[in-house]
């Protein structure tokens, strides 16, 4: 073998263990993540698309939700991360943004909230809402 071709063999090798690690890094979510002050803001850096939802544990259409969510979260693995912030445990990130009426879900686009929609809504109108956001 030439020199050339032993450079462009050690590159290639180069490449393809930077791509494995880099999918490594990209793990797919697929179930909402609890949010909380600790890891709030980082979820929202390290995500391009992230929809929170702000629910209590009293609040029933919060409950009513949930399962939503949690299909939803599977649905678009890969595209949205789904992350769950209690606003009894968390008022100061609720009060941050807002959050006057739960359940309230903001779409953030590369960290910043670009809509909002509050109440329980039935599946399908979720689903416009984030494809209308993609």
Known sequence: MDELELIRQKKIRE????MSGEEKAKKVVSSPVNLNSSNFD????SNENVVVDFWAEWCMPCRMIAPVVEELAKEYAGKVVFG??????????????????IPTMIFFKRGKPVDQIVGAMPKSELKRWIQRNL
């Open 42 to 45: 980082e979820t929202l850096k």
């Open 15 to 18: 490449m393809v263990q930077k």
């Open 84 to 101: 769950k912030l209690n606003t009894d445990e968390n008022p100061t990130i609720a009060t941050r943004y807002g959050i006057s009426a």
